[in-house]
């Protein structure tokens, strides 16, 4: 057993996408200072990961993977934090905490699995399924369309946005440890295909290829490269590193507290 | 004069707030006992808003309905205000904006604009008028200016010195041989309290009136951070979140977002997460009346959080008690790993109080565990209590919302192994329970302790009804613990009451309820739901169709 691993009974249906971003994840955090990494997750088939990960971890409510994530954060800077979440989790139920979290620049890093439904619920459409999308919640078709994820997080200021895919790996691994290098907050929006109830595994396979990652800091050119693939049903799937600026953590504008006074001078003073 | 009031009134936006508390802070000087009252509405500026300030030789904690000096900014206040004034020359009146033949006008705009200041300034100009009408050195005047107009305080020391100048002395206000005393609010002194045990995060999304929490922080230097957030929900969920990581985290809110919160509390109850929540009560249900008081949260507050779940509830009545449980919840939250409520209501949170501290409070420390590798955060132990331990060193510390095993690892499969989780929280409520058994404190007793009449309150509602019992040889108990529930204590002073009566600020009678549970039936209800606090004079006229 990889000291990594726990021995809990792993869940997942076979061949899930989820064992692609596992696998990643534990290859890129091997030289990592494993005491300082903390795992947050929300609810649904992404978070079953932190009890598969012989890491310390905070299994949150559904949506909340973020909000926890920020908390440890603040509370002890030296943690590395990444925080596990789905599309249902942080587009759906948190979709406000993803916003501002990224407004922020909270210095944590976001894994989102977007499997693009909801798949522990036995598929429900989210809010990154496609238009039109037959689950059994809307056995006529989803009457809403899907919104682009990283188009979100570019306009909510964002500094480090990325995509991978499940299927790659390699990529995958890669682009972990960049998000974790980054200072601020990184987001990798990692495709997968649910097996049970959207398997497009032939079209992730057929249609992503990896980019040419050079002028990172244009905030245009990472708007195309977001916008090239639309989350219906056709076209190429760019993945890599899309946008990477520089830019002050919140933990170091925020926690500025000083101990200058005491209570009884507090006291004192309010006679 | 040894117990009088000030009522001290205009729009928002003119200062009225900040002159009632001047005048509070030289009246505290002279060794009076001060308890104000603020009264504002949902509005930045217009509408009315007034102080009530109450002196007196001994220590109160209530307003009085009659008041003694009027001072209005505007016309409004002398309009609403003039039935309450015992004598019509004790009027101080703005004669830029309001005609009276009763009381003194004085052109304190006028005044304030040609010596240089803006009109909000008139404030200053009322405040000297008052305190030459009562005989107050001017140097005593001066001294508190100093500390409280740091900008601008050479012209509002001119529009002083001319308008007492331009004033008679009608009566004088005798000096007292008591020491002054801190005057702070229910809101301040908990976070006073807090700082005291060690609170080291604040996490709050603004809320009347709790907000005063989140400014007094932020604008102290006590070595608390203060975060604001998205909502409430992410205030919950960050501060177990801090917790979790080892770091005493606190936040605060009313109704509205306590609602939103009870997630938080639900996962912090499985997870065994320490955190302490505010919550400070208005008039409900929703929006409600938002910046005035209440009572009527207490059922929501006590079932608060789906699952099984028992948690500290405690509700302190003024700025002594806020101080003291405001630090003894956050010492009982770690020790217990567990949630925990302070319940307030904005007559607590935001009436200004002289605080006397008997007894202190110190952090205690939580139970920490020194395991590295083979720690297991929800070891079992006899009293359902496992050590703590913070992710960052060797310890892997795995918390969770699913139902787990002891080392944190999610537990569908085994019944046996859900079975025993939740025994060990059992244990744990029972510790929670033998906690409050043992404290002196979850009840306070008051008025003619043998009297066969007892009346039960809690919160703000404390304040009046024990100034009215000990008129009427009553007993008073006020729950402070309110969750787990003090039997023991209750059941001891109640074994030779004939007549149970309970005074709230709710319409359901949600004490009552609480009481019924616990099986003491109350025989009267004496209710107020009209969002304002009771008056003395309210709770004698009732009691008197009662007793």
């Known amino acids: ?271 | 004069m040894k117990d009088f009031t000030i009522l001290v009134g205009g729009q928002a936006g003119q200062g009225s707030r900040k002159a009632g508390l001047v005048i509070a802070k030289i009246l505290n000087n002279l060794g009076y006992r001060i308890f104000i009252y603020d009264d504002y509405q949902s509005l930045i500026k217009g509408g009315h808003s007034f102080s009530k300030v109450r002196a007196s030789f001994k220590k109160v904690l209530s307003q009085e309905e009659e008041v003694n000096f009027l001072l209005a900014l505007d016309e409004e206040t002398l309009k609403r205000h003039l039935k309450e004034i015992k004598d019509d020359k004790f009027i101080i009146f703005n004669a830029d904006k309001i005609k009276s033949e009763k009381g003194i006008g004085i052109n304190i705009e006028t005044i304030a604009k040609e010596e240089g200041g803006s009109p909000i300034m008139a404030n200053t100009a009322i405040i000297s008028a008052f305190a030459k009408m009562v005989g107050i050195d001017f140097s005593l005047l001066k001294n508190v200016f100093e500390k409280e107009f740091k900008k601008g305080l050479d012209i509002n020391l001119k529009i002083a010195e001319r308008v007492y100048g331009e004033v008679e002395e009608k009566i004088k206000i005798e000096k007292l041989e008591n020491k002054p005393l801190p005057l702070i609010t229910g809101n301040e002194a908990l976070a006073l309290g807090a700082v005291k045990a060690g609170l080291e995060m604040y996490y709050a999304y603004p809320m009347t009136p709790a907000t005063s929490i989140l400014h007094f922080l932020a604008e102290r230097k006590l070595g608390v951070e203060t975060i604001q957030l998205e909502n409430e929900i992410s205030v919950i969920i960050a501060a177990i979140g801090s917790a979790y990581a080892g770091k005493r985290s606190m936040v605060g809110t009313s109704g509205g977002g306590f609602a939103l919160m009870t997630e938080g509390i639900s996962l912090a109850t499985i997870s065994e997460t320490p955190v302490v929540i505010v919550n400070s009560q208005r008039s409900g249900p929703a929006t409600g009346v938002p910046t005035y008081s209440g009572q009527s949260d207490l059922n929501f507050v006590l079932n608060a959080g789906h699952g099984d779940i028992v948690k500290f509830t405690i509700a302190p009545s003024n700025a002594d008690e806020c101080y003291y449980w405001g630090g003894k919840i956050l010492n009982l939250a770690f020790k217990y790993q567990t949630p925990a409520v302070l319940l307030i209501d904005k007559e607590i949170s935001e009436s200004t109080f002289n605080l006397e501290i008997k007894e202190d409070v110190s952090k205690e420390e939580a139970l920490l565990s020194g395991k590295g590798e083979d720690y297991k955060r929800y070891e079992f132990s006899e009293n359902g209590i496992s050590p703590l331990a913070f992710p960052g060193k060797e310890a892997i510390v795995k918390a969770t919302s699913y139902e787990h095993d002891e080392f944190g690892l999610t537990a569908e499969e085994s019944e046996e192994e859900i079975v025993l989780m939740q025994e060990k929280r059992l244990r744990k409520f029972e510790a929670m329970q033998e906690e409050v058994d043992n404290m002196e404190n979850a009840i306070n007793v008051y008025g003619k302790k043998d009297s066969k009449n007892v009346l039960f309150t809690f919160g703000s509602s404390t304040g009046p009804v024990v100034e009215v019992a000990e008129k009427f040889d009553l007993k008073v108990i006020q729950l402070v613990v309110l969750e787990p529930f003090p039997e023991l204590q209750v059941l001891e002073e109640i074994e030779n009451a004939e007549q149970i009566i309970c005074v709230e600020q709710n319409a359901l009678g949600q004490l009552s309820s609480l009481l019924a549970k616990n099986g003491i039936e109350a025989n009267e209800l004496i209710l107020k739901y009209s969002s304002r606090v009771f008056q003395k004079q309210e709770i004698e006229d009732l009691l008197k169709e009662i007793i």
């Open chain 1, 1 to 271: 057993m990889n000291k990594l691993d726990t021995n809990y009974k792993n869940t997942w249906c076979p061949f899930c996408g989820n064992f692609g971003i596992l696998v990643a994840f534990k290859r890129a955090i091997e030289n990592e200072d494993l005491n300082k990494i903390v795992l947050t997750s929300g609810i649904g088939c992404h978070a079953k990961i932190v009890d598969y990960l012989n890491l310390s971890s905070f299994y949150s409510l559904h949506g909340r993977s973020i909000p926890a994530a920020e908390g440890i954060k603040l509370a002890n800077p030296e943690l590395k934090v990444v925080a596990f979440t789905g599309d249902g989790d942080s587009l759906n139920e948190g979709i406000s905490h993803l916003i501002h979290a990224a407004k922020r620049n909270t210095d944590i890093t976001v894994i989102l699995h977007n499997n693009r439904l909801f798949a522990l619920t036995t598929g429900q459409f989210t809010a990154a399924s496609e238009d039109n999308f037959k689950g059994r919640s809307t056995p006529m078709g989803a009457p809403e369309s899907p919104i682009n994820p990283l188009e979100l997080m570019l306009a909510s200021n964002a500094t480090f946005i990325a995509r991978s895919y499940s299927g790659n790996i390699k990529h995958l691994e890669e682009t972990i440890k960049k998000a974790m290098d980054h200072k601020g907050f990184s987001i990798i929006e990692v495709i997968e295909p649910c097996v049970s109830f959207f398997n497009v595994t032939d079209f992730y396979n057929k249609n992503t290829y990896t980019i040419e990652e050079n002028n990172l800091t244009e905030r245009e050119e990472a708007l195309k490269k977001i916008r090239e693939w639309n989350y219906e049903g056709e076209g190429k799937i760019p993945l890599g590193v899309f946008y990477k600026i520089d830019k002050a953590p919140y933990f170091e504008r925020v926690l500025i507290a000083k101990k200058e006074e005491t209570v009884e001078e507090v006291l004192e003073d309010l006679i």
